[in-house]
């Protein structure tokens, strides 16, 4: 299909504004997850890809250097349908976790819940192909038939290196594998496609000797012959003629004096005709550049920030104009800022700096809460830091949010420390200042560095606190919502009996048990005023939220040891430890069997290998023998030494020579300090959580790690930080 000359004009424009380019590429089926609605997809290669180079007015293959690839700090873009930018509705999800791969860039697609049909067609098979939008920022040309190396590679021409690029978005689009390689290398048909239109008037050759014949220069171009034809034949409406193809008759030759011929022709020309066409022709281009000027108007004026003065560029008399006024406009704009800028910042550019800033306060807040490196790289990779973040290594808060505001425009030679203060946290209004850039909105920014650093530190203090809990205990799958969890504990298959001769074979019969607990939120909140920058206190920023991580640690340690020392009542109406009695067959708890020895583990290991399954639906003990393997050796603060000694030794302690094998050495040994409060004396067995679940734990999706959530109160001038984790523990099962 032919493009119509408004989408030619229209592509090479975007092309010559450094706008976003195409290029196609499928996704990996054996990638999808359907339960996280997820797919990966390869987003560029190094493979050569014919591209529109308006600067030559061909294609040109191009070639994308993985290595020139600039992805956004989140490693995340927007994830279009086909290319569509201008509304939200037209969004499907995000491309994440945006890297290099063998040269390539690769990403996993992300799909909205609201883009379900999309994920369907991708899911069945029909949709397979995704295409990156990219902005490039840098590029080498290579001409036909030389050789030139870039970068440590070797291009021969024609081809565009692209050396430095932007990942705009990633789009799923309808475009097969098939038609997409025919973009591979040159085409003539593309190169057509993308070619001006232009229609140039072409007259006959039969008519152009006819009016050289009767005196017009043989020189005139076709549009100049057929301006002479019309002036001819309105200075000599008589014996003119219109000359038609050859099949026409031929005119005839009279002499009506000597050495005189008169060339009489088969009919006259249709000069009405002609004047009408050439009128009707001008005035369809006159409209076609009209309408192609008021576009090009419009978009420069989108592109500018001043949609507004459309209507105003509409009148000027070409696009050279336009932009003059355009650039006129940007400057008296700029002079309306209300007192003096001493430094000018594009938005990109305030991006990274914040991103630099916000670096390097986090790493110094985790520094400060701990000096372990290993956690801090845990927490916080290398690879995750900006390049630019050493330069404030060593800036004090205050400093960073000088920097911040005067990267918003504002002078901060005459104002005070407290002015800046609140203005890096809630903007200019509330520090009393004219607001410099209008899109300097109310709240800072800067906020969210703090906000990023004290979170941060908290999970240095979450992550470092002893947990004590996993191991003997088991994370459950987390949780969508508060509801009751229900879990469910089948009871064994027996073993299989005989199968007489003409008999059907015995049905299995088998019962269950259940356990039903909601995880419930636990939070608090501490604040920071705007004196945290006006102190450069970077305790508030590491060791409080150090110390909030922590507590947060604690917390989840005890609530889950609290199934122990409270000795729950299970399902069966039993407790949690407790003799054999009822519907429990067997005894889990043993009295006056003295501290953990070798002889005492003997007996409840015995205890522990000798459970039996669920009872039968008859209320009877089933046969089926669980042979249990204790694993961790659980005991309070008062029993360490004395389990420590036991677990560690390579002999037995309470023997009478070093010969005698120890056989707990097999066993983990665990302290609990929050066991002491219930008994000095009691201490316990735990089987694998492989074997079995004796007690679990579970989160709400999304808080398997404490969250924090941020309040301004302008009021008070205070940034609220609130620390969020929602879990429960519970036990599950008496056998292990």
């Known amino acids: 299909m032919k493009p119509s000359k408004r989408m030619t004009n229209l592509s090479q424009r975007d092309a010559e504004r450094g706008d976003m380019a195409y290029r196609s590429l499928e996704v990996r089926a054996s990638t999808l997850n359907i339960d996280a609605r997820t797919i990966e997809a390869t987003v560029s290669t190094e493979t050569p890809v014919a591209m529109p180079d308006w600067t030559r007015g061909e294609m040109v293959p191009e070639v994308l250097q993985s290595k020139g690839a600039i992805i956004p700090e989140s490693r995340q873009v927007p994830f279009l349908d086909s290319h569509n930018r201008g509304r939200v509705a037209d969004q499907l999800g995000s491309a994440r976790d945006i890297g290099t791969k063998y040269n390539n860039l690769t990403a996993r697609l992300h799909f909205s819940e609201a883009a379900s049909s999309e994920f369907t067609k991708v899911r069945e098979g029909h949709v397979t192909d995704v295409s990156a939008g990219y902005e490039v920022l840098k590029r080498v040309y290579v001409p036909k038939g030389e050789t030139r190396d870039v970068n440590g590679k070797s291009y021969t021409g024609p081809v565009n290196v692209v050396t430095k690029w932007r990942l705009r978005e990633v789009s799923l689009t309808p475009i097969g594998a098939d038609q997409q390689a025919k973009l591979r290398g040159l085409d003539p048909e593309m190169v057509r496609f993308l070619s001006p239109v232009t229609e140039t008037f072409e007259m006959l050759t039969e008519l152009r000797e006819w009016c050289v014949k009767h005196g017009m220069d043989n020189k005139l171009s076709d549009d100049e012959a057929q301006r002479w034809l019309v002036s001819y034949q309105t200075a000599n409406p008589a014996g003119t003629a219109v000359v038609t193809k050859p099949e026409a008759k031929p005119a005839t030759e009279t002499r009506s004096e000597p050495g005189t011929a008169v060339v009489t022709a088969p009919s006259q020309i249709d000069v009405e005709g002609i004047v009408a066409r050439g009128i009707a022709a001008a005035e369809s281009k006159r409209q076609a550049a009209l309408a192609a000027f008021q576009t090009e108007v419009l978009d ?127 903007g ?275 808080q398997e790690t404490p969250v924090t959530r941020q309040f301004m109160d302008e009021r008070n001038l205070a940034q609220n930080v609130t620390i969020l984790q929602t879990f429960a523990a519970k036990a599950m099962n008496h056998r292990g």
């Not at 089926?624 to 050796?633: E, G, K």
């Not at 000694?645 to 302690?653: E, G, H, I, W």
């Open 300 to 426: 420069l004026c989108n592109l500018a920030g001043m949609p507004e003065l459309a209507s105003e560029c509409r009148t000027l008399p070409d696009v050279a104009a336009v932009r003059k006024h355009l650039a006129e406009a940007q400057s008296k704009r700029a002079e309306k800022i209300p007192y003096g800028v001493n430094i000018r910042q594009t938005d990109s550019g305030q991006q990274r700096l914040l991103a630099d800033m916000g670096c390097a306060l986090s790493l110094r807040a985790m520094q400060s809460a701990s000096p372990n490196q290993k956690t801090i790289d845990q927490l916080y990779p290398a690879d995750k830091r900006t390049k630019g973040y050493e330069a404030f290594r060593f800036a004090s808060p205050y400093k960073m949010a000088e920097r911040y505001v005067q990267s918003c425009g504002v002078d901060t030679l005459e104002l005070t420390r407290e002015q800046v203060a609140i203005c890096a946290m809630f």
């Open 428 to 702: 200019p209004d509330a520090a009393g200042i004219r607001s410099a850039v209008p899109a300097y909105h109310t709240t800072g920014s800067f906020t969210n560095l703090t906000l990023d650093a004290i979170n941060k530190s908290m999970m240095v203090g979450y992550t470092e606190t002893p947990a004590t809990w996993r191991g003997p205990m088991r994370q459950a799958a987390s949780v969508v919502d508060f509801k009751e969890i229900h879990r469910l504990r089948m009871g064994a298959i027996p073993n299989l009996p005989l199968w007489p001769d003409n008999t059907n074979p015995e049905r299995a019969s088998f019962a269950d048990a259940r356990e039903h607990y909601a995880v419930e939120a636990r939070s608090l909140e501490i604040s920071y005023s705007y004196r945290l920058l006006v102190n450069d206190d970077m305790d508030a920023l590491s060791r409080t939220p150090g110390m909030m991580g922590a507590a947060a640690a604690r917390t989840v340690n005890a609530v889950a040891w609290a199934q122990v020392t409270s000795n729950p009542t299970m399902s069966d109406s039993v407790a949690l430890f407790a003799a054999a009695t009822g519907a429990r067959k067997r005894t889990n708890l043993t009295t006056g069997s003295g501290t953990p020895s070798v002889s005492t583990l003997q007996t409840l290991s015995n205890l522990m290998r000798q459970m039996r399954g669920e009872n039968t639906p008859e209320g009877n003990e089933s046969q089926d023998i669980l042979n249990l393997q204790p694993r961790y050796l659980v005991g309070p603060s008062a029993l360490a030494t004395t389990i420590n000694q036991l677990v560690l030794s390579a002999y037995d302690p309470a023997a009478n020579s070093f010969m005698v094998y120890n056989t707990a050495t097999q066993l983990i040994p665990v302290i609990e300090p929050l066991l002491d409060v219930a008994s000095t004396t009691a201490w316990y067995l735990f089987a694998d959580t492989s074997q079995i679940d004796t007690i679990e734990v579970s989160f709400l999706q999304g």
